[in-house]
């Protein structure tokens, strides 16, 4: 190469490095939402978004030092990026929704299911009925926009437990000041499916349609529920919030969170639902279990290993 050549080539490759690189940073994320097959039925997992939670602070049962190792032994800090699951079972015949997302309660990184909802291809009128772990705004949340249904034709189920309580007048009204947000939050996410007669409670163990039975798990509210999928001899165990935080509470199955209504009960459902889970090797899923927050868990020492799914692609 001549010296001009050379010297035009070097201002060149100058020029390209400072302009930076082709393409800006995306600083975004894949669409939220994962499926997978469970014998003849297809669970479509769909991301309401993450939030940062205190778990060191709000975690309970443990020493702050020793939730700080745990999470730090899986590389976490606290604030801990907590992911907000939702779970879309096609059971052939219906579209059953497990849980909301945080709709507009739980500021803007959560909020997310109906963008994420139809990047997997569902309309919100597709979804036929929507069963409810608990009242809690991170699973409710997502019902309404601005008061009004996001999901017009859905029918939408909960424990009766967990009606009698957070949609009860009297409740609200005894309510202490930091409960009452929680409190009006369901009261509202509600209010257009009570109006129109599409909200349904159910009592107990209950095949809700078939494929998809509740099963009573109360404890981190009065009336939380636990979903069980199956098919062809598969099961897939949905939590709801039996549990939060993977790195410290399956190892440690006994601690417990701030927002327990009865942590006692809370503990006790969780102890039984990792027992249970362990022997039959069924799936489980929870909302909070990083995203996809689907898996299978090991009895191992006095604690759990969890084995998130692995990745299946697209057949
Ligand atoms: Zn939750």
Same mark, same amino acid.
């Given at each position: 190469?001549?010296?001009?050549?050379?010297?035009?080539?070097?201002?060149?490759?100058?020029?390209?490095?400072?302009?930076?690189?082709?393409?800006?940073?995306?600083?975004?994320? @894949?669409?939220?939402?994962?499926?997978?097959?469970?014998?003849? #039925?297809?669970?479509?997992?769909?991301?309401?978004?993450?939030?940062?939670?205190?778990?060191?602070?709000?975690?309970?049962?443990?020493?702050?030092?020793?939730?700080?190792?745990?999470?730090?032994?899986?590389?976490?800090?606290?604030?801990?990026?907590?992911?907000?699951?939702?779970?879309?079972?096609?059971?052939?015949?219906?579209?059953?929704?497990?849980?909301?997302? @945080?709709? @507009?309660?739980?500021?803007?990184?959560?909020?997310?299911? #109906?963008?994420?909802?139809?990047?997997?291809? %569902?309309?919100?009128?597709?979804?036929?009925?929507?069963?409810?772990?608990?009242?809690?705004?991170?699973? #409710?949340?997502?019902?309404?926009?601005?008061?009004?249904?996001?999901?017009?034709? /859905?029918?939408?189920? @909960?424990?009766?437990?967990?009606?009698?309580?957070?949609?009860?007048?009297?409740?609200?009204?005894?309510?202490?000041?930091?409960?009452?947000?929680?409190?009006?939050?369901?009261?509202?996410?509600?209010?257009?499916?009570?109006?129109?007669?599409?909200?349904?409670?159910?009592?107990?163990?209950?095949?809700?349609?078939?494929?998809?039975?509740?099963? /009573?798990?109360?404890?981190?509210?009065?009336?939380?529920?636990? %979903?069980?999928?199956?098919?062809?001899?598969?099961?897939?165990?949905?939590?709801?919030?039996?549990?939060?935080?993977?790195?410290?509470?399956?190892?440690?199955?006994?601690?417990?969170?701030?927002?327990?209504?009865?942590?006692?009960?809370?503990?006790?459902?969780?102890?039984?639902?990792?027992?249970?889970?362990?022997?039959?090797?069924?799936?489980?899923?929870?909302?909070?279990?990083?995203?996809?927050?689907?898996?299978? #868990?090991?009895?191992?020492?006095?604690? %759990?290993? %969890?084995?998130?799914?692995?990745?299946?692609?697209?057949?």
């Amino acid at each position: 190469m001549s010296p001009l050549r050379s010297l035009l080539a070097l201002i060149a490759f100058a020029f390209a490095t400072s302009a930076g690189a082709a393409a800006p940073m995306a600083k975004s994320q @894949a669409p939220g939402f994962y499926r997978m097959m469970l014998g003849d #039925i297809e669970v479509t997992v769909v991301s309401d978004g993450t939030v940062d939670l205190p778990m060191a602070e709000i975690l309970k049962g443990l020493p702050r030092a020793n939730i700080d190792k745990l999470l730090a032994r899986s590389f976490l800090a606290t604030p801990t990026e907590t992911s907000v699951n939702v779970f879309v079972v096609n059971t052939g015949s219906k579209i059953v929704m497990i849980d909301t997302g @945080a709709g @507009a309660f739980f500021g803007p990184t959560l909020g997310r299911l #109906i963008p994420n909802l139809k990047a997997a291809g %569902y309309t919100p009128d597709q979804v036929d009925e929507i069963y409810i772990t608990h009242m809690h705004g991170d699973h #409710i949340g997502g019902l309404v926009a601005d008061g009004k249904a996001n999901f017009p034709k /859905a029918i939408v189920r @909960a424990d009766q437990h967990d009606a009698d309580f957070w949609l009860s007048p009297a409740t609200l009204e005894k309510a202490s000041k930091d409960e009452k947000g929680f409190v009006q939050a369901a009261q509202a996410a509600f209010k257009p499916y009570v109006d129109s007669g599409r909200f349904k409670p159910f009592e107990g163990d209950v095949e809700l349609v078939p494929g998809v039975r509740a099963h /009573a798990s109360h404890g981190h509210t009065p009336g939380h529920a636990t %979903y069980i999928v199956e098919s062809k001899g598969q099961r897939l165990v949905l939590w709801g919030d039996l549990m939060h935080v993977a790195a410290v509470q399956f190892p440690n199955p006994e601690v417990t969170i701030q927002f327990d209504s009865d942590s006692k009960a809370a503990k006790d459902q969780r102890l039984k639902a990792f027992r249970e889970a362990a022997k039959q090797s069924d799936w489980v899923g929870a909302a909070h279990l990083p995203f996809p927050g689907i898996g299978h #868990i090991r009895a191992e020492g006095r604690g %759990y290993t %969890y084995f998130p799914a692995n990745y299946a692609g697209p057949r």
